[in-house]
Structures are given as structure tokens and as C-alpha cells.
């Protein structure tokens, strides 16, 4: 009996919430929004990734079939033959994403946005304004996510980032769970090391060896052990899962680019020549117009193209000094292009890697370089970005690269629901920012 009253909880700390972060993640995102623009595929088993010939994204009800992500859609049609694919329609998914971010952002400013479905946001020192506590403030949170979006979110609360990402990942989906600091041992005492967002099966492995077989397991080592053991990463894991925050929320656009690349996967695979460069420009293209879009130039560029049986060949080439123009990089990137194509090959992706980006404006001409021709390259570049930010974009493009616009009758190049019902006086390339809902009215007629 005397053993039972000595014996206490093995806390990790006493206080509740000296810090208040909150996870955002939206189950099963892609489906989610296709069943918010259309009310009649809520609760059915749905699939995204038409054009691709594999499952993107499955709703719940799919999952619960059997359906994975990754998963070839004539296998998950023979597993669930009422399945209805669609093809991605990543316009609404990112219009969807952007409502999401602005909701969060009027209960507080500090939000970072994780990922196009994921979000953290600082809670700390709110209980005031709301007159409410930090759980029930998360809980508004999600009640106006799934009033003002029709889509279901889970919620986690905690103390650091680490712990609120695995909070809400305990219980989705339309999950809410709030972990406080003296609540850590009791919710962390069975919780799988793999359930922790850097530590992967090879880590698990590591610390099994070592007799750590949970995460409290982890975290009741002394932090040395952490750092020995696992370095730099290991010992920032054992601070935020002990409620110690280590990585700070990035509320800040990202304006820093190391590099910026693009990929492109053909519809069909091909093997026909002047088709995979037309491809492999557009993705040059496409680079190009983020980079004068953050207003960066680069000197590198690396041309890969992607086999059907997902072996590649790649090569890298260089100017001579910084641009952004896209008519300097396309000598270059045709020179690269018959380097990597292969004759007689079927290829299934391409790609352009842009690197040693700097700021535009950055000067590394040398003597010999004609600045006449540089300037007027460089003018007509932004000519096109503006012609392309009115008409769409891609409408002004090179000729190398005009071939991608004549698709084939195959089922890969089906087009999204938003891009065949079209507003007055839109185009394919360009569309009001709305998702262009499927309404019943009274009559239960659909419009």
C-alpha cells in the first residue's frame, strides 16, 4: 500500500500550455475538395489521378476498401469496382488551400503554411482576446474550416511543433486532440518511435538496439544520449518532444530559392524525339517564369529525361553569366537534349533543374559579352510575362515546345470538370479564382 502512495507519475513537466501551437492537416485533401465542389461524391469512394494512371489521393470510403495511394487504377478498380476516378484538378486544390490559410490567418497571424493541406499556427497569448481556452480556440478553428470549406480537418494541440504534428496525426480522420505538458507522459508513454515526424525504420532500428522502444522511452534518456547517438537532429527531437520548441514556425513567404526545377510526366510514355525536347523546353519554359517571377536569374542548367522503366540520364551545362531570360538557356538546353536522348528509347518524364541563382540584377558579364543583345533579350522576356499574365500562360512560348499543346486521344489527357465548364469569357489558360461549386437548387435539379 505504502509502495502505491510513494510511487508518482513520471512527469515531463507540470504546466499546461506555456506555449500553444496547433497542427492543421485536412484529411484526405484532393478528395475532400472534390466532394466540396460536388455534394453528390461526399461519402462515396473516390479516387484523384486520372490523368496519371495511378491513385493520387482516396477518400476515406476508398481507403476503407482497400484502395492505397500509389496504387494502379485498373488494380483499384478489380478491389472496388464502384470506385470513381477523377482526373486532378489542382486549380481547386490550390484555391482551396489559399481559403484554408486565410481562415487560420483571423484567429491569429502566425501561421506557417506547412504544406498546400498542412498548417501550424501559434496560439500563444490569445486566451485573452477569445476569452477562451487554447483547445477551444483550435476547436473554432475547425468548426470554420468545415462550415466556410465543406471539408474536414484534424486538429492537434501541443507545445512544439513536433508534438502537435503528432497529435493531430493520432486521430483522423475529423480528429481534435490536445496534448498539455502534464499530459506528455501519458500520451507519449505507447507511442510508436516511427509515429514521429524524423525518425524513420533505420533510426527506430538504432534506438531499439539501445533499449528505446517508445518515445517516452526516448525523451526520459538524458539529452546526451540523444546527441551522441543520433546528432544534431536527435538531441532538437528530444527538446520538442519534452515540450522544449526547437523549430520556430515560418510565417514568411520563401524567397530564397538554392534551385528551382520543373518535371513534366508524358501522356502517354514516347519515344518520339521532336515530341520528348518540345516537353523538356516547356519545362524550361516554366522554370524560367518562376525565376523572373521572384526576381532571380541563374547560370546553371541541368536537362534529365526519365526512361518507362525509371532509369534516367542527365547533364548539366553553364553560361558564361547570370540571366533570367529564357531565350539565353535555350541553346544551351537543346545542346543538353541531344546529349541525354537516346535514340530508339521510350521516355516517360522530363525535367530542368535551374542552379547558382542569384538575385536579378547581379552583374557577371564579362568583356566580350554584347549588352545590346543581353538588354533586349532580357526586355523580351518580360514582354512575354506580361502578354502571358492576360492571356494565360504558355500562350506566348517557343516553337521548340508548341508540339505539347497537341494532345492525343488517350485517357491520361482528360481534362478536370473546372476546365471544360468554363465562365463567360474564360479560357483553359485562364479562369476566375473560384472553384465553380456544384449547386443543387430547390428543385434538387443539379446546375
Known amino acids: 500500500m505504502s509502495a502505491n502512495i510513494n510511487k508518482t507519475p513520471d512527469f515531463v513537466m507540470l504546466s499546461s500550455y506555456p506555449i500553444a501551437i496547433a497542427h492543421i492537416d485536412c484529411d484526405a485533401f484532393f478528395t475532400s475538395c472534390e466532394s466540396a465542389r460536388d455534394p453528390k461524391l461526399k461519402n462515396l469512394p473516390i479516387v484523384t489521378g486520372k ?43 490550390s484555391i482551396y488551400s489559399s481559403r484554408m490559410f486565410t481562415i487560420i490567418r483571423r484567429f491569429t497571424p502566425d501561421v506557417e503554411e506547412y504544406s498546400i493541406d498542412e498548417a501550424f499556427c ?123 520548441p526547437v523549430y520556430r514556425l515560418v510565417t514568411e513567404a520563401k524567397e530564397r530559392y538554392l534551385t528551382i526545377s520543373k518535371t513534366k510526366t508524358f ?32 547560370r546553371n542548367l541541368t536537362a534529365y529525361l526519365r526512361r518507362t522503366d525509371f532509369s534516367h540520364c542527365a547533364m548539366e551545362g553553364r553560361l558564361t553569366r547570370h540571366s533570367s531570360s529564357t531565350l ?40 566580350f559579352e554584347d549588352p545590346v543583345r543581353i538588354e533586349n533579350l532580357k526586355n523580351i522576356s518580360i514582354a512575354i510575362d506580361k502578354v502571358n499574365s492576360y492571356y494565360g500562360k504558355h500562350t506566348l512560348h517557343l516553337a521548340s515546345s508548341n508540339i505539347v499543346n497537341e494532345k492525343g486521344n488517350h485517357p491520361r489527357n482528360c481534362l478536370a470538370w473546372r476546365k471544360q465548364n468554363l465562365l463567360k469569357g474564360e479560357s483553359f489558360r485562364q479562369r476566375l479564382n473560384i472553384p465553380l461549386l456544384k449547386m443543387r437548387n430547390l428543385g434538387n435539379q443539379g446546375t
Open 51 to 93: 490523368e496519371r494512371g495511378i491513385v493520387s489521393c482516396p477518400s476515406y470510403e476508398a481507403k476503407a476498401r482497400g484502395i492505397k495511394r500509389g496504387m494502379r487504377l485498373t488494380e483499384a478498380g478489380k478491389i472496388c469496382p464502384e470506385l470513381i476516378v477523377l482526373p486532378s484538378d489542382y486549380e481547386l486544390y
Open 122 to 244: 501559434d496560439l500563444t497569448g490569445l486566451r485573452r482576446l477569445y476569452r477562451a481556452s487554447y483547445p477551444a480556440i483550435a476547436r473554432r478553428i475547425k468548426e470554420a474550416m468545415e462550415e466556410d470549406l465543406g471539408i474536414t480537418v484534424s486538429v492537434g494541440v501541443s507545445l512544439s511543433k513536433t508534438l502537435a504534428k503528432l497529435a493531430s496525426k493520432t486521430d483522423k480522420p475529423d480528429g481534435f486532440t490536445c496534448i498539455p505538458g502534464y499530459k506528455l507522459h501519458e500520451f507519449l508513454k505507447d507511442m510508436p518511435l516511427e509515429k514521429v515526424c524524423g525518425f524513420g525504420p533505420n533510426t527506430a532500428a538504432l534506438l531499439n538496439k539501445s533499449g528505446v522502444r517508445t518515445v517516452l522511452d526516448y525523451i526520459k534518456k538524458p539529452q546526451d544520449f540523444a546527441q551522441k547517438l543520433l546528432g544534431k537532429i536527435g538531441r532538437e527531437l528530444w527538446c520538442e518532444l519534452r515540450g522544449m
Open 267 to 298: 501522356s502517354p510514355a514516347s519515344d518520339n524525339k521532336e515530341f520528348v525536347k518540345g516537353q523538356l523546353m516547356r519545362n524550361m519554359e516554366s522554370a524560367f517564369i518562376k525565376l523572373r517571377r521572384h526576381n532571380l536569374s541563374a
Open 328 to 367: 539565353d538557356f535555350t541553346q544551351l538546353c537543346s545542346r543538353l537534349f541531344e546529349h541525354v536522348f537516346e535514340d530508339g528509347a521510350a521516355y516517360r518524364s522530363s525535367g530542368v533543374i535551374l542552379s547558382d541563382i542569384m538575385d536579378e540584377g547581379a552583374d557577371s558579364r564579362d568583356l
